[in-house]
């Protein structure tokens, strides 16, 4: 049979989303259901003197409204799960909703329950709230000012931690032939996931069961946490989430609203929904990025690179969200010498609280931040000396034959052919002839540009013993449970908890493949606390690399037993079984076999089973891989510049991953685009936008400018493939690659295409208001 | 506030059936398809009417049924994804999707495919151009919307195919009357 790994299948999870037969969350529906919504501050940063919510109370409808100060000693506070070590961490107090003081708009003043959406949401206009106004700022440079507004009485300076990495000592900058210096901000952005959050409770007062249907990306992690917040044991609360509608990391933390309609349910012994609007989602869902990154590259004349460092702001809002410190941490410096072999590196990071909503991991959290700061500093060192930016990068890329790699901040990267993947997009772009082109139009008046970025990322997250030596609270395991069935066939149960990436398809191709079942007999259980029972879930580009891995060792299992029954049943000696077709033949007498079916039955009946075998057949795996992935490419984007308006046009963009084996190329390259989609949105139109009071300018879709379909040209992607060797599979993760490398990449092919210009930066995002200034005053200045 | 005295009965023809149902005049159409009549293939992904994840045919018309009060539908049919085609008798633009993978997370897909039947009843073979245009009223955050548009030419394609072999049908039906 040949195998279904690596085959453009189309995905086993579509027939109920085409249908309209999807289960998100919102789409619950149970008897008695009531309804909730959430007063939320209007102010950046204020005392609450008084909240009066009796108006509300007696609206017809209206079953109950709780303020912060009715939950104070019935709800625990919301934790944060990440606590870099060596960073003098303030882990500030966050009440579900707020007591005395609210500390950026969006934060919880008020729940309300009523029969309907309705009405839940005419009694949040009856809640009157006495404000006195403090001062405030959403700006992580301000809030670290002296005379600054403090947003939490255990964190003086608004200094949430400060942690630093790594070695570059000013030697290495004063001795190099060339330092290369700038400040860049990555601005804020807004994960905007198509489903917006929403939970469901039921709490059923007789068994002490909470069941909540929620949008989560970990189940099992929003268990564990939710059960201390609410304080019900872990064994007696459920977390679903089957069909979520994107995460992009927004789906990972835990939220006070959840915890708010669980106690509702609890309270009222009625089940409660709650599902943000569009707005809701804007405002207090984690948002991403926000550095403010001062950056020193240093190196030779002939483009050889000798050193890095950075400091960074890095904005964490009112609280830190629940694996907040670790993205401008862990996840972002531990890579800041990407794919070079450059010697010295150092990351020194404050983490800063402002009166803005709390930021965590969004799509690449923390690697897409390294990326861009590394990719447009080589851009600046190229220019500098004067060389080709794609051949400094080639100088710099660490050799085939080194692998695995140890980078200057320690990690070790698994395997890599950096130049392949360089060599085969310059191919594609035909790069050379680009360089040609480029000169001809430039003396026609026409400015175009092509941007590069050769990246590596940290996916697969992670060994659960590195896990905790960076502060991270959890492990980074997974579980897997291969069911198989009297008839042959098979229920798999996976920690892994999939949004939209395709993994009941690619997961059940490892089964079918290693039990040459049709796919058909394969079903993938996940999402679900009671049926599954374990899981890290779906972020760090880990599910393939560690849940497929686990999934793929339970399945060896199943086929370890499966031979020892098939050996007893053909009365030969389980080294002579060979498994191949979906039989087990004797080896050198092909004719005398069982079905793989034949077998599962005889496991289940048990009539004649070998001495020490176990009825029934199934695999189980709780898998800690060795390593982190680490996948790597080159992407190259060609831009126009409108010399009249500033507006950019990206012409072509060609994207070469490795993300090792490819399991499901359609799969993966849906991945990609995917991922170069929301980069570009960060480089050219995306950015959350605070006014100086804290008010979110940029508070829904009409004011945040969200990548469109005709914005985009048609992808060249393209994957080369080098095994990580230290997984059953080979497999690294391909989630994020595209949001890590397509912002440097539009980034630099513009500021290449405005050399003429002499500008040598712009902030994000590119606008054209922002292209065009940029060049009236680089123009003016040349 | 809205008392019950304005609930008014509303006759609402959803995917060919007929229902009656008492509903406050600024009940949204989106509301009462997903939270009266149950039929929560609709989505509904913000609240300025810009996502499109609510669109649904009225009248054979793409339209935003967040941007539509219940009421307004009255007299009109309106069809929901639930009506497309069923699992054996897919809408082509269904095929399409699961085909080239115009889907991931598939919450803004109803929307997205009911977008596209509008805009394959103004182009017969619209370019990439005309579909990326399009696509306008919708925004999709996974997919980077390459395979979408590829699940809408190829929906063309399949609409193409299908009048066309209708067409030769009857051509030989007539050819063998003849």
Redesign the interface.
């Known amino acids: 049979m040949a195998t279904v790994l690596g085959q453009r299948l189309?995905?086993k999870?579509?027939?109920r989303?085409?249908?309209?037969?999807?289960q998100?969350t919102?789409?619950v529906?149970l008897p008695g259901l009531v309804y909730a919504s959430i007063l939320r501050s209007p102010h950046a940063h204020a005392r609450i003197l008084r909240v009066d919510a009796s108006l509300a109370r007696e609206?017809d409808g209206v079953l109950a409204v709780y303020t912060g100060e009715d939950l104070e000693g019935k709800l625990g506070t919301i934790p944060t799960a990440w606590l870099p070590p060596d960073s003098d961490i303030r882990t500030v107090p966050h009440s579900a909703l707020a007591v005395h003081r609210v500390r950026y708009v969006g934060d919880g003043v008020a729940l309300v329950v009523a029969s309907s959406?309705?009405i839940a949401e005419?009694a949040l206009d009856v809640i009157s709230v006495d404000y006195e106004v403090l001062p405030g700022t959403a700006d992580q440079e301000i809030a670290m000012k002296p005379d600054a507004a403090q947003l939490h009485e255990d964190a003086p300076g608004n200094v949430a931690f400060h942690w630093q990495v790594g070695h570059a000592p000013d030697d290495v900058f004063a001795h190099a032939e060339v330092t290369v210096r700038q400040r860049i901000r990555q601005q804020r952005l807004i994960p905007?996931?198509?489903?917006?959050r929403s939970a469901v409770a039921q709490y059923n007062e007789s068994t002490g069961d909470m069941t909540i249907w929620a949008t989560s990306q970990n189940p099992h992690i929003h268990r564990f946490l939710l059960s201390g917040i609410l304080g019900i044991p872990e064994h007696k609360v459920r977390i679903v989430a089957i069909?979520?509608?994107?995460g992009?990391g927004a789906k990972i933390a835990c939220y006070p609203d959840e915890a708010l309609v669980a106690f509702a349910a609890r309270e009222l012994g009625r089940p409660v929904k709650w599902?943000e609007?569009?707005?809701e989602h804007f405002l207090v869902t984690t948002h991403g990025r926000d550095h403010i990154e001062d950056i020193e590259l240093a190196g030779n004349r002939d483009g050889t690179l000798v050193g890095i460092r950075v400091k960074v702001l890095a904005n964490m809002g009112a609280y830190l969200s629940t694996a907040a410190p670790g993205v401008p941490t862990i996840l972002f410096a531990l890579i800041l010498p990407g794919p070079y072999t450059i010697p010295y590196a150092a990351a020194d990071v404050y983490g800063v609280f402002t009166n803005s909503t709390p930021t965590d991991a969004y799509r690449g959290a923390g690697r897409p931040e390294a990326t861009y700061l590394l990719e447009r500093m080589v851009d600046l060192f190229a220019r500098e000396i004067g060389m080709d930016p794609v051949e400094v990068r080639r100088k710099n890329l660490i050799p085939r034959h080194q692998f695995p790699y140890h980078n200057a901040m320690g990690l070790e990267y698994d395997s890599g052919n950096y130049h392949l993947a360089l060599d085969k997009a310059l191919e594609m772009a035909g790069y050379e002839e680009f360089r040609r082109e480029q000169s001809r139009l430039r003396e026609e008046g026409k400015l175009v540009g092509i941007g590069c970025t050769t990246y590596v990322e940290i996916c697969g997250l992670g060994p659960s013993q590195v896990a905790g030596a960076v502060g991270f609270q959890g492990g980074l395991w997974e579980s897997s449970q291969v069911r198989v069935h009297p008839t042959g066939k098979v229920t798999v149960f996976t920690g892994s908890s999939p949004?939209?990436?395709?993994e009941e398809t690619t997961f059940a191709q490892i089964v079918a493949d290693r039990l040459h079942i049709p796919m058909a007999d394969v079903e993938i259980v996940h999402g679900d606390t009671d049926r599954i029972s374990m899981g890290w879930g779906t972020y760090g580009s880990r599910s393939t690399p560690v849940g497929g891995s686990a999934l793929a060792v339970a399945t060896e299992r199943v086929v370890e037993k499966a031979k020892k029954i098939a050996a007893h049943m053909l009365e030969i000696g389980e080294s002579d079984v060979e498994f191949d077709e979906g039989r087990f033949h004797a080896k050198g007498a092909p004719g005398r076999s069982v079905s793989f079916q034949d077998v599962t039955l005889q496991a289940y009946l048990a009539w004649n089973l070998p001495a020490g075998v176990e009825p029934a057949l199934e695999g189980r795996a709780f898998y800690d891989p060795v390593n982190f992935t680490y996948s790597f490419g080159t992407h190259l984007a060609l831009v126009e510049v409108d010399k009249d308006t500033g507006e950019v046009e990206l012409k072509r963009y060609i994207a070469v991953d490795d993300c090792g084996r490819v399991l499901n190329p359609?799969?993966a390259?849906?991945q990609?685009?995917?991922?170069?989609?929301?980069g570009v949105g960060q480089a050219l139109y995306e950015g959350a936008i605070y006014d100086e009071d804290g008010q979110l300018m940029t508070g829904?879709?009409?004011d945040y400018a969200?990548?469109?379909?005709?914005f985009?040209p048609?992808?060249e992607t393209a994957f080369t493939e080098t095994p990580s060797p230290h997984n059953p599979l080979g497999v690294k993760g391909i989630g994020e690659t595209?949001t890590i490398a397509s912002t440097p990449t539009v980034v630099n092919a513009v500021m290449d295409a405005l050399q003429p210009f002499g500008v040598r930066d712009i902030p994000m995002p590119l606008t054209p208001e922002r292209v065009w200034g940029a060049m009236q005053k680089g123009g003016m200045e040349a | 506030?809205?008392g019950k005295a304005l609930k008014r009965m509303v006759k609402l023809d959803v995917n060919g059936t007929c229902y009656e149902r008492e509903l406050?005049p600024?009940?949204l159409l989106v509301?009462v398809l997903?939270?009266e009549l149950?039929?929560?293939?609709?989505?509904?992904?913000?609240?300025?009417s810009?996502?499109g994840?609510c669109t649904v045919l009225v009248d054979g018309e793409a339209v935003k049924s967040c941007t539509m009060l219940a009421v307004q539908a009255e007299g009109c049919s309106v069809t929901?994804?639930?009506g497309?085609?069923?699992?054996g008798a897919?809408h082509p633009i269904?095929e399409g999707?699961?085909?080239e993978?115009g889907?991931?997370?598939?919450?803004?897909?109803?929307g997205v495919?009911m977008a596209a039947v509008g805009l394959l009843a103004q182009y017969r073979e619209p370019t990439?151009?005309q579909?990326?245009?399009g696509?306008?009223g919708?925004?999709?955050?996974?997919?980077?919307?390459?395979?979408?548009?590829r699940a809408v030419a190829n929906a063309a394609e399949r609409i193409k195919a299908t009048e066309s072999a209708e067409i030769q049908a009857a051509v030989a039906h007539v050819g063998e009357r003849s």
Request: charged share 25%.
């Open positions: 189309r995905r999870e579509d027939p989303l085409i249908t309209g037969k999807g998100y919102d789409d529906q609206m959406r309705s005419d905007n996931p198509m489903e917006p069909d979520v509608g994107g992009f599902t609007s569009r707005r949004h939209g990436q395709g359609l799969i390259e849906g990609v685009h995917g991922g170069i989609v929301q829904t879709f009409m969200m990548p469109k379909a005709r985009f048609t992808f595209g | 506030m809205a406050e600024r009940d509301h997903r939270d149950g039929l929560t293939g609709t989505h509904i992904g913000c609240d300025t810009q996502c994840a929901t994804v639930e497309l085609g069923k699992m897919l269904q999707f699961w085909e993978h889907l991931q997370c598939g919450f803004c897909t109803p495919m990439e151009e579909i990326r245009e696509l306008e919708v925004m999709c955050r996974c997919t980077g919307y390459q395979n979408i548009v």
